[in-house]
């Protein structure tokens, strides 16, 4: 028999090491170690894709539903710290023990009467996450998709409700080099005959079409629920329920009101098998959490932590940085991967930019901080920007501080790395070396 690993990181590492080659992408492969595994969820399950927003609604469904009482799990990915927050239970990450245990469990049924399945790193940790999920007793699961939808290993689950949030172009060499081709492959997480919040404004035709044609029970935004308001409060109303006098969600950011509206149609489209109060969700919106959206950190500097990390996110943190009002500088920080439309994040928030530090992620699918230097600089029109390269967001991090006046803020944006890059040692307060210490 087999040495197993002993620890959740010699289990990552193994997934990591397993490189499937030429492999099947159908569900096929994941469904037969789901089988063996008997992994099956008696509760209902919510499951999340989208490009944008998926995080956001994922944590607001479950701080609404914990504070109706009900036990909650959540799978999100990626995380930014560590692999443990990709599974919340009650709120809190999973125990790495449970992980492991997990773990070991998928390689006997992957490798079972020697004949072993083949199983990329996410389809064996989303097992692994799956297993200790079904043996928590809970009374939801809320299943993020990682990176698509119709062939995303989250989807061997079947939903009650499908929820659908803004689609953009990303992930363009799998799912499709446009919003059409990417809509369509979201859209696999819908179920004949179950509900689909499509959360969206103005949704790609592909998800609709594929709604109708599976006979969907589709819940679109701006058809079959809304929302109003003013700069205090605002309301929603959809299909027999109506909520008023709310206020608005603790996470920042004007996208943010769309998301809580497709959280708003998800519950009430499970009411009779998940009623909760008004009062849960008021409650739930005003104290949920989720670190790296748009999160601004008080200090001196302001610290703003944003995981933006594709065209239509960065738009979106553009438009929250220019509603910040006043500061005299602003310095971000910033990394990605190079998968990525590099030049049409930078455009889009160039304008509000005064110093850039561009910086290396420990990972090689990451844009080098000169190979970002460089597309900025061939884009660049403001002859007052600044920018260096730095080795890690740390470094970047202290550079932007030791050039920062207190009344600035300081941006950190771009991959998880670099967001988790700065979180790993716990959230920063920072104190401009320009103030006096009292």
């Not at 079409?209 to 079959?224: C, N, P, Q, S, Y």
């Not at 990451?366 to 970002?372: D, I, N, Q, V």
């Amino acid at each position: 028999m087999k040495t197993e690993p002993q620890t959740l990181d010699a289990w990552l590492a193994h997934c990591e090491q397993l490189h499937p080659k030429n492999i099947d992408m159908g569900l096929d492969r994941v469904k037969v170690v789901a089988q063996r595994m008997g992994i099956g969820f008696t509760c209902p399950v919510i499951t999340v894709a989208g490009t944008n927003g998926k995080g956001s609604t994922c944590t607001m469904l479950e701080s609404i539903l914990r504070q109706a009482g009900y036990r909650t799990g959540v799978y999100t990915s990626p995380h930014l710290v560590r692999f443990e927050e990709r599974l919340r239970l009650q709120g809190d990450p999973v125990d790495a023990p449970d992980l492991i245990a997990a773990f070991a469990r998928v390689e006997r049924a992957r490798c079972q009467n020697d004949a072993e399945v083949s199983l990329t790193y996410f389809e064996f940790s989303t097992l692994a996450i799956l297993d200790v999920m079904a043996r928590s007793a809970l009374d939801v699961a809320i299943l993020e998709v990682g990176l698509g939808g119709r062939l995303d290993a989250v989807n061997i689950i079947e939903p009650d409700c499908a929820v659908i949030t803004s689609i953009d172009l990303d992930h363009m060499e799998f799912l499709g080099s446009d919003r059409e081709s990417i809509g369509f492959e979201k859209a696999g997480i819908m179920r004949t005959g179950r509900p689909v919040v499509v959360s969206d404004p103005m949704p790609p035709q592909s998800v609709l079409d594929h709604a109708t044609e599976i006979d969907a029970d589709l819940w679109r935004f701006g058809v079959d629920f809304n929302v109003s308001g003013d700069k205090q409060q605002w309301g929603w109303a959809g299909r027999g329920r109506r909520y008023s006098g709310l206020a608005y969600p603790a996470l920042r950011g004007a996208n943010q009101l769309v998301n809580a509206a497709g959280v708003l149609a998800a519950l009430t489209a499970l009411r009779d098998r998940l009623p909760v109060t008004a009062q849960a969700v008021r409650n739930g919106l005003a104290c949920v959490e989720l670190p790296g959206r748009f999160q601004i950190v008080p200090g001196q500097p302001t610290l703003v932590l944003d995981v933006a990390h594709n065209p239509h996110s960065v738009a979106a943190l553009a438009a929250n940085l220019d509603a910040m009002g006043y500061f005299p500088t602003t310095h971000v920080v910033f990394g990605a991967m190079a998968d990525k439309d590099l030049v049409s994040m930078l455009v889009k928030v160039n304008p509000l930019i005064d110093k850039w530090y561009f910086t290396d992620l420990p990972t090689s699918r990451a844009e080098s901080a000169a190979a970002l230097l460089a597309k900025w600089q061939a884009q660049n029109t403001r002859r007052d920007a600044t920018a260096s390269i730095h080795a890690d967001p740390q470094q970047a991090l202290q550079a932007a501080i030791n050039a920062a006046d207190p009344a600035d803020r300081i941006v950190v944006f771009g991959s998880f790395y670099t967001v988790g890059g700065i979180l790993k040692d716990g959230v920063p307060r920072l104190q401009a070396k320009h103030m006096p210490n009292n």
